[in-house]
């Protein structure tokens, strides 16, 4: 880091001959976590003054992108009509076209997606040279085909600088078929291959670079590459310095590198977040990797704090991750009233539908949310009245972070608490946790329970669909399945479980009516069983 100085405060951190405080001395903002932290999310939250949030993420990303470019962005009319002439259906009302372009003009001012595009532009631009026919002809034939491991080593038969003997339009196929490859199954024995595809590009590219997303697909198989000579974790961790540092060609790290890193090792997890710091700063991307492996609660209100102070807003997956790092914590109360007071604000969301979303959707939104916050911080910059709050749009929490947050907790009435809000608020009940609850239940939480139950059947059947689909994240969904084979098998145990409870409970008076509750639920649940 070059030497910037600052005129002369009264700073902790040392100070240079001359007076002068060098920012290379001060902390990073993950040294800056160690502190111990007063602050409580939750709390913030509860005290919001803030209007009531928009009624989806969609109505709010659209009204506020468009507002930002109407107030700071000066769009012209003559500009617009340029636009509109362009506009890529026609059909579309005027009205929703210009809100589009409008929207458009403030993600191309804000988002970083560029880098991908950017890249992919400056390569189409490089000069290519003439290949030998015969074998130009041989890689066109296999570009086309199914066999992989011939079409990449036509690649290593091409003379050197092999990328520039690629026309523009072939080398792109070329690399959204190796990007598309996966690491496990059929492709494993590509991996090597692969990688030394990538690695020719590196070195020999000449004007042809690879893209973030490129280089992402390359560290993950070079690590998997690794793994599979069965190279010691030291070991493979000084040959990713290496690569970083010492290379010729030095590989820069994007979030997604940095979150393969701390996955591969994880007992570096300090030494590689003190790097991440020095090298990037906080963002949408890196605070999530961060949120997920802070080892302290101290460290986990701080960056929250940290976030706060670069006017994020709480996402589904943002909550998600909280709750989660609550639970971990031994911090379950908190979260619950996280819950509750998040639930408060949203007044109705009974009403709203939760779906699972494929890791590609999941991507695009992410995206969005990170322009949504950039605009924020925009806003916030040219109005610092603004008052700040958490909650933007309302959403529904997801019904599996809930659960895992409903088993966690260690009192009855806290679990009653939770099922009621789960009731009100239309949040399905997996059956897997259900089970769970069941082993160690109270007679009185026995028909919410099982009123749950009933009511996320056919939420229960849409996870064991999806956990087995390729689109989704099958490693995470499927921790959430009791029995793989059949939600129905789920069913019957938790009709079983509750019998049991049931019959050792035929003594007790039923003067709140809940024997009776507990019938009938039980009713229609053996009638949905019988029914399958």
């Known amino acids: 880091m070059g030497r910037l100085f600052l005129s002369k405060q009264k700073y902790d951190e040392p100070e240079s001959s001359d007076g002068h405080s060098d920012i290379s001395s001060l902390p990073s903002w993950y040294e800056r976590l160690q502190k111990p932290s007063s602050y409580r999310i939750e709390e913030d939250i509860r005290q919001s003054d803030y209007d009531i949030p928009y009624r989806s993420f969609q109505r709010c990303y659209s009204r506020v992108l468009a507002s930002y470019t109407d107030t700071f962005l000066s769009l012209t009319k003559p500009h617009m009509r340029e636009l509109q002439a362009r506009f890529h259906d026609p059909n579309v009302p005027d009205n929703i076209q210009q809100q589009q372009i409008k929207i458009d003009v403030a993600v191309r001012k804000l988002s970083d997606l560029s880098a991908n595009t950017f890249i992919m532009y400056k390569r189409l631009k490089v000069k290519r040279l003439t290949p030998p026919f015969y074998l130009h002809q041989q890689f066109l034939v296999h570009l086309g085909a199914k066999n992989t491991s011939k079409l990449l080593d036509l690649y290593f038969d091409l003379p050197e600088p092999r990328p520039l003997y690629l026309k523009r339009e072939e080398f792109e196929r070329l690399m959204s078929l190796i990007l598309r490859l996966k690491i496990s199954g059929d492709h494993r024995a590509l991996i090597p291959r692969v990688v030394e595809v990538y690695e020719d590009i590196r070195q020999n590219g000449n004007g042809i670079d690879l893209t973030p997303f490129e280089e992402t697909k390359y560290f993950s198989l070079l690590l998997n590459s690794w793994k599979e000579e069965g190279l010691l974790q030291e070991e493979k961790y000084d040959k990713v310095l290496s690569l970083k540092f010492d290379s010729k060609k030095n590989l820069k790290f994007c979030p997604a590198m940095w979150n393969i890193m701390l996955t591969h090792f994880p007992e570096k997890s300090e030494e590689i977040m003190m790097m991440m710091a020095n090298e990037t700063g906080i963002t949408r991307s890196t605070s999530e990797i961060f949120l997920r492996h802070l080892r302290t609660y101290d460290e986990f209100n701080n960056a929250l704090e940290l976030m706060k102070l670069k006017y994020f807003h709480v996402d589904p997956w943002l909550m998600d991750i909280i709750l989660e790092r609550y639970i971990d914590f031994g911090k379950s109360n908190e979260a619950l009233q996280l819950l509750s007071e998040t639930l408060t604000v949203f007044k109705d969301i009974s009403a709203l539908n939760w779906t699972f979303s494929t890791q590609k959707f999941q991507r695009t939104e992410l995206f969005k949310i990170d322009n949504l916050n950039k605009t924020f911080q925009q806003l916030h910059n040219e109005m610092p009245d603004k008052p700040f709050t958490w909650l933007r749009y309302k959403f529904k929490p997801s019904p599996l972070t809930v659960g895992k947050l409903l ?48 009511s996320s059947i056919n939420f229960n059947s849409q996870l064991h669909i999806v956990f087995k689909d390729s689109r989704y994240n099958i490693s995470y969904l499927s921790g959430f399945i009791c029995d793989q084979r059949n939600p129905l098998l789920e069913l019957k145990e938790i009709f079983r479980q509750s019998i049991r409870i049931y019959d050792d409970n035929v003594d007790l008076a039923d003067s709140d009516g809940n024997r009776a509750a507990v019938a009938d639920q039980l009713v229609r649940l053996n009638d949905e069983i019988k029914s399958a």
């Not at 088993?407 to 769970?436: C, E, T, W, Y």
């Open 407 to 454: 088993v966690s907790l260690k009192h009855d009435d806290q679990k009653l608490k939770l099922l009621g809000l789960m009731k009100k608020q239309d949040i399905p009940l997996v059956n897997k946790f259900a089970v769970q609850l069941l082993r160690d239940c109270s007679f009185r939480s026995l028909p919410i329970i099982l009123e749950l139950v009933n």
